[in-house]
């Protein structure tokens, strides 16, 4: 079965800096590419980029492009989310998800992570 | 890429059927068939119940359908149950890397 399973919530404060994790079995991690997507409060899905483990290639969205790093560590099958300054607007829950189709970023989500939510407050 | 367009909410009676509209599908060949429909309940993680526009994921029951025509996507529930109130997301592809979701939809099945 495959899985994606996301590190617990986390609350900051602004100007904190904050990785989160997705932690991934029953598949080869290195085949396929896995998206972060935010989702704000009563609000929709935010595609915020993605990471293909196997040749370390990542894609972002260009409303997240250097405000968050996506990577992941090949050895312990898990991808990562890091912020190095948060702000309060970043208060969302995160989620990582599996694209389904083998080696390429154009597929659907599936499975996705059970979702991070990070708070950020003064 | 803008987000696509999607009604803000549906709404129908357990048995019928409704359809949820997606509008700003790229005609680049990039994107164009790769539309997938997402299932979000309350407090949960979304779920794909349609992909590649009309492909259902197995386990997905078969009231759900998905369809496209020009640059519009839809996706049809029939034979509503309550638990099929849920919030609704489509995405599709703008570049070869770029992917875009809905705004949502939220179905509520009186």
């Known amino acids: 079965e495959v899985q994606l399973v996301q590190s617990g919530a986390e609350v900051k404060k602004p100007g904190e800096s904050l990785k989160i994790s997705c932690k991934t079995s029953g598949y080869t991690f290195t085949l396929y590419w896995i998206a972060w997507v935010r989702q704000m409060s009563g609000k929709g899905l935010e595609w915020m980029g993605f990471?293909?483990?196997?040749?370390?290639?990542?894609r972002y969205s260009p409303s997240f492009r250097g405000q968050v790093t996506i990577s992941a560590d090949t050895s312990t099958k898990t991808a990562y989310m890091e912020w190095s300054s948060l702000k309060t607007s970043d208060t969302a829950v995160y989620y990582c998800?599996?694209?389904?189709?083998?080696?390429?970023?154009?597929?659907?989500?599936?499975?996705w992570g059970q979702g991070t939510l990070v708070t950020v407050s003064s | 890429q803008s987000a696509l367009t999607q009604p803000a909410s549906v709404s129908g009676s357990p048995g019928q059927s409704i359809t949820i509209s997606c509008t700003g599908i790229s005609s680049d060949p990039v994107g164009y068939n790769y539309v997938a429909w997402y299932q979000q309940h309350p407090g949960k993680a979304p779920k794909v119940i349609i992909y590649?526009?009309?492909k259902r994921p197995s386990g997905v029951s078969d009231r759900f359908s998905g369809s496209k025509y020009g640059n519009t996507a839809s996706l049809t529930i029939s034979g509503l149950q309550t638990d099929d109130t849920a919030d609704y997301y489509c995405?599709?592809?703008?570049?070869?890397?770029?992917?875009?979701f809905g705004g949502g939809t939220r179905l509520t099945v009186l």
């Open positions: 990471i293909f483990p196997g040749e370390y290639q990542t």
């Open positions: 998800a599996r694209v389904a189709r083998l080696t390429t970023p154009r597929g659907w989500l599936d499975p």
């Open positions: 590649d526009v009309s």
């Open positions: 995405s599709s592809y703008a570049s070869s890397s770029s992917l875009v």
